[in-house]
T-cell receptor, first 109, second 115 residues
């Protein structure tokens, strides 16, 4: 099946810890995106990548980092510098019309 | 920054009724899209309307776009309980290059359809 796979579904972070969210796609899309969603809110863009080995900051990149070493993969690291990381994180791919993964809920212990 | 503002924030209707959701935006756009999100899940693309189009249909969905008023509406006809979800509008920037595909989402309308 073609699509986007995010893992894990739930993730807990201890204070001072970095955690990495996985996003893999087999849709052969060049562009991939990470969005953050807070309860009752819309999506805000964290980072996006139009091509392998290149990525740009979105509207709320502080406290996050990404890499794009392979076309299929776009992992997001939530660093200890992100003081309010509790949110639902969504990965997407596509150009124009986006295809989304099922999300990762990150909580702080 | 949040470009889209959606109205109403929540909508509750009976099965069989029509549901209308509105979206306003601020800057020039290339296209406007509507997405659906079931609770705790990812978003699913519903329909895309380009800036030079005024109306588009897809099954029970009808989308209109008024670029002079910077607004769009999504109409779901003959609603079903399974239509219960959050609905988001998203705008694509009117710029090429690295902005292509970079969408800005509204805050969404929560639709509840009662059986």
């Amino acid at each position: 099946d073609g699509g986007i796979t995010q893992s894990p579904k739930y993730l807990f972070r201890k204070e001072g810890q970095n955690v990495t969210l996985s996003c893999e796609q087999n849709l052969n899309h060049d562009a991939m995106y990470w969005y953050r969603q807070d309860p009752g809110q819309g999506l805000r863009l964290i980072y996006y990548s139009q091509i392998v080995n290149d990525f740009q900051k979105g509207d709320i990149a502080e406290g996050y980092s990404v890499s794009r070493e392979k076309k299929e993969s776009f992992p997001l690291t939530v660093t200890s510098a992100q003081k309010n990381p509790t949110a639902f994180y969504l990965c997407a791919s596509g150009a124009g019309k986006l295809f989304f993964g099922s999300g990762t809920q990150l909580s702080v212990l | 920054s949040q470009q889209g503002e959606e109205d109403p924030q929540a909508l509750s209707i009976q099965e069989g009724e029509n549901a209308t959701m509105n979206c306003s935006y601020k800057t020039s756009i290339n296209n406007l899209q509507w997405y659906r999100q079931n609770s705790g899940r990812g978003l699913v693309h519903l329909i895309l309307i380009r800036s030079n189009e005024r109306e588009k249909h897809s099954g029970r969905l009808r989308v209109t776009l008024d670029t002079s008023k910077k607004s769009s509406s999504l109409l779901i006809t003959a609603s079903r309980a399974a239509d219960t979800a959050s609905y988001f509008c998203a705008t694509g920037p009117n710029a090429g290059g690295t902005s292509y595909g970079k969408l800005t989402f509204g805050q969404g309308t929560i639709l509840t359809v009662h059986p």
